[in-house]
């Protein structure tokens, strides 16, 4: 990180068009991006536009879109990080340098499942394949591996990975690269080892991401990914909502809290805790634009409510809509057919015309075109307009460092 800052830093006597700087500023960039600090990241970038310090080449243009995709992505800003990612792919293409195209590819892999759209998730998947097999991952190697995994695992289940995962685990620059540069990844380890009922993938896990935490003890992205993980192994919900409280990624922030809830709702005086958790994962799911994890934690919510937990009042129109009417409306929403959302869904094109039907009442809207121009709007009414939070410092605080110790 040190070598890359100085790097980054501009040779009084250079040319102002000269590439160099540039590139060293976007890989700076990048590494502050992977350890949660988007806001320096960003300060980084917002001088590097081309049109402040001239024309650049278009290789180094197309590493800044990529850049500014991973910090919209960290950020949980789907829509413009896919934005920056299909720009920066294009351009990468057009120049030839193939060596940043998993970077892309790895942003679109992630976006498209977290918003339920897994026929463009597993399109990306199999290009994060070949990347494999061709040998052009190598700088991010683990995440490449661990986004494939998650595309094959939202469509086919946990058991059609368990190999990948363990190749993960079993290869040491695969682990540190991945488990340091993505706050998500040890816990999402843990929990599919304990869906497998593989007790040894899920230690291992919270074993490779201890170490990484007590060897970058400034860095809270790397602790909260550690506390979320130890957390989620132990089953201690009080760890969980803490290790949500220090991490900065939205998604992982909102997948803590869905944890806490889960360990929560298996105490029956716990049920009323549990609800409360969950309707702030589903906020901050929302917020994250993670469709799929919205429509998960909607349907826990509905069976505590069935079991005695305290009920989730429909606040929207959205709330009233089904786990199956929820899915079918964010892919139509997306321009899809019926043939194509049922492909995607595993129903019949009538049934999705059925649900379309039940869609449109209780979303008070009259066609399909109405629905996709008007299902991000109505999404945010659910949300609500909130404060933003401000940001926290992606370094540990020293004293905090030495508490950890």
């Given at each position: 990180m040190g070598l890359a800052a100085a790097a980054s830093k501009p040779d009084p006597?250079?040319?102002?068009?000269?590439?160099?700087?540039?590139?060293?500023?976007?890989?700076?960039?990048?590494?502050?991006?992977?350890?949660?600090?988007?806001?320096?990241?960003?300060?980084?970038?917002?001088?590097?536009?081309?049109?402040?310090?001239?024309?650049?080449?278009?290789?180094?243009?197309?590493?800044?879109?990529?850049?500014?995709?991973?910090?919209?992505?960290?950020?949980?800003?789907?829509?413009?990080?896919?934005?920056?990612?299909?720009?920066?792919?294009?351009?990468?293409?057009?120049?030839?340098?193939?060596?940043?195209?998993?970077?892309?590819?790895?942003?679109?892999?992630?976006?498209?499942?977290?918003?339920?759209?897994?026929?463009?998730?597993?399109?990306?998947?199999?290009?994060?394949?070949?990347?494999?097999l061709l040998g052009q991952e190598n700088l991010i190697p683990g995440q490449c591996v661990w986004v494939a995994a998650q595309a094959l695992e939202a469509?086919?289940?946990?058991?059609?990975?368990?190999?990948?995962?363990?190749?993960?685990?079993?290869?040491?620059?695969?682990?540190r690269e991945l488990l340091v540069s993505q706050p998500a990844a040890a816990p999402w380890l843990v929990r599919a080892g304990q869906r497998l009922g593989d007790t040894d993938l899920a230690e291992c896990a919270v074993r490779a991401m201890h170490r990484l935490a007590l060897m970058n003890r400034s860095f809270r992205s790397v602790r909260a990914a550690a506390e979320h993980a130890t957390g989620l192994y132990a089953g201690d919900a009080d760890a969980l909502e803490a290790a949500s409280e220090r991490h900065l990624d939205p998604w992982a922030r909102a997948s803590a809290l869905e944890d806490a809830s889960r360990v929560r709702s298996a105490r029956v005086a716990e049920r009323g805790q549990a609800v409360d958790l969950l309707r702030r994962a589903a906020d901050a799911y929302l917020a994250a634009g993670a469709s799929r994890d919205l429509a998960r934690v909607q349907s826990r919510l509905r069976e505590l409510d069935d079991h005695g937990g305290r009920p989730a009042r429909s606040r929207t129109r959205v709330s009233r809509l089904t786990d199956t009417e929820f899915a079918v409306a964010e892919l139509v929403s997306q321009g899809l057919t019926n043939g194509r959302v049922g492909s995607q869904l595993y129903i019949s094109p009538h049934t999705v015309a059925f649900?379309?039907?039940?869609?449109?009442?209780?979303?008070?809207?009259?066609?399909?075109?109405?629905?996709?121009?008007?299902?991000n709007r109505i999404l945010v009414e659910e949300r609500g307009d909130r404060p933003g939070e401000p940001e926290k410092d992606f370094l540990t605080r020293p004293s905090m460092a030495r508490q950890a110790g």
């Open positions: 006597g250079d040319c102002p068009a000269r590439d160099a700087p540039l590139e060293a500023s976007i890989w700076y960039a990048t590494l502050l991006t992977r350890v949660g600090g988007l806001r320096p990241a960003t300060r980084l970038l917002v001088g590097e536009q081309p049109d402040a310090r001239g024309p650049h080449r278009p290789e180094a243009q197309a590493a800044l879109l990529m850049c500014e995709a991973e910090i919209y992505l960290a950020g949980g800003r789907l829509t413009e990080a896919v934005a920056a990612a299909d720009a920066g792919l294009r351009l990468a293409a057009q120049t030839g340098n193939r060596g940043l195209l998993p970077r892309g590819h790895v942003v679109m892999a992630v976006c498209s499942v977290r918003s339920l759209d897994l026929t463009t998730g597993l399109l990306y998947a199999n290009r994060l394949r070949d990347a494999a469509r086919d289940g946990v058991e059609s990975v368990a190999h990948l995962l363990k190749g993960i685990l079993h290869h040491d620059v695969l682990t649900h379309l039907k039940k869609i449109f009442r209780k979303l008070d809207v009259t066609s399909r075109v109405e629905l996709a121009r008007s299902w």
